[in-house]
């Protein structure tokens, strides 16, 4: 077995001119670079309770990606990494190529951490519910009155919802982030915000890192797992839409990821992966306020709801061997 997850100690003189900086007020990024390594700086808008998630970082094996826990100030985590982009960039850069080799294996790898993650039974902290089922759960039961940008967009998005999906369809929304919240049948260590945004690769790609600590909390593996799948799946839908499938193999990537995942509950997996796109939704119009590029997203809604999930799924396009574990599409 690989030695467990890193630990990193705070730096003391990170330079004061970021080499990179992005993202929004949910998750703001700021990268120094210090010698060969960088020095990531994530600052959050809402983050998980649990202070040490270092302690929870288990074992993992050779083929797995790297857990590595930040050291929290506040609700700014600082990581050292050997890696100045995310995996979301690189996979962004094999899109316009349509070579993914150079990131193929990361999702093999990734899909060997979640599996320990889940699987890790030495936690004795008290761990909250995911993050992006909280705030999506209150999105769509509270409407949102204030005279913001945000504010009138939220009110917009919800109203827009509502009359497209249908009442029936968000009340099942709502359902199934609040059985999200709930204690699962099958407790275990979740990311919580399993994503290419929160995965690093190494400049020398030999390693994949994944930043952790931000959301950690607990639930089914089918949270993490259909988290990442959900931005596959959504790659693959608005790949479609542009006029055709995109020349990236999405459905080995998804393959690849699946397959160190044995036994999965595939309709709470699809349910995730309907949350996913709607939580992006919602972030989106957080940042920007509302646009009509949104109303794309919500007219998908009513047949993504009704399938569970499994109309998005089914047009990634998984190898013969992991679709045949899936249900009948």
């Known amino acids: 077995m690989a030695k467990s997850g890193t630990r990193m100690t705070a730096q003391t003189s990170v330079p004061s001119t970021a080499h990179r900086e992005f993202g929004s007020r949910k998750v703001r990024t700021r990268i120094h670079r210090m010698g060969d390594a960088f020095t990531w700086r994530r600052t959050r808008e809402h983050r998980s309770l649990v202070d040490s998630p270092g302690e929870l970082i288990p074992a993992q ?115 199934w982030a609040g059985e999200l919240i709930e204690e699962p049948r099958r407790p275990g260590l979740l990311h919580g915000e399993y994503s290419v945004s929160a995965m690093v690769p190494a400049q020398d790609r030999r390693q994949l890192a994944v930043l952790f600590g931000e959301t950690v909390s607990r639930g089914a593996i089918e949270y993490d797992a259909g988290w990442l799948l959900g931005e596959l799946a959504e790659w693959s839908d608005v790949s479609r839409a542009e006029g055709g499938a995109t020349a990236l193999p999405l459905g080995s990537l998804a393959s690849s990821f699946l397959r160190p995942l044995p036994d999965l509950d595939f309709d709470l997996l699809g349910r995730v992966v309907v949350l996913r796109r709607l939580m992006h939704v919602i972030d989106y119009v957080s940042a920007f306020g509302w646009s009509d590029l949104v109303n794309p997203y919500v007219a998908l809604l009513p047949e993504l709801v009704d399938s569970h999930g499994m109309s998005t799924l089914s047009r990634i396009g998984w190898e013969e061997d992991v679709a045949a574990r899936l249900p009948s599409m």
Do not use: K, M
Request: aromatic fraction near 6%; proline fraction near 5%.
């Open 61 to 175: 094996t050779e083929d797995a990606a790297r857990l590595v826990a930040g050291v929290r100030a506040g609700n700014t985590f600082t990581y050292r990494l050997p890696g100045d982009t995310t995996l979301g960039e690189d996979l962004a850069r094999a899109w316009r190529s349509g070579q993914a080799g150079p990131v193929a294996r990361y999702f093999a790898a990734a899909g060997a951490t979640l599996h320990a993650l889940a699987t890790s039974s030495e936690f004795h902290q008290e761990l909250p519910p995911p993050l992006g089922a909280c705030q999506i759960l209150s999105r769509l039961r509270r409407p949102d009155s204030g005279t913001s940008g945000e504010s009138r967009g939220h009110a917009r998005l919800r109203t827009q919802l509502f009359t497209i999906a249908g009442t029936a369809r968000a009340r099942t929304l709502e359902a």
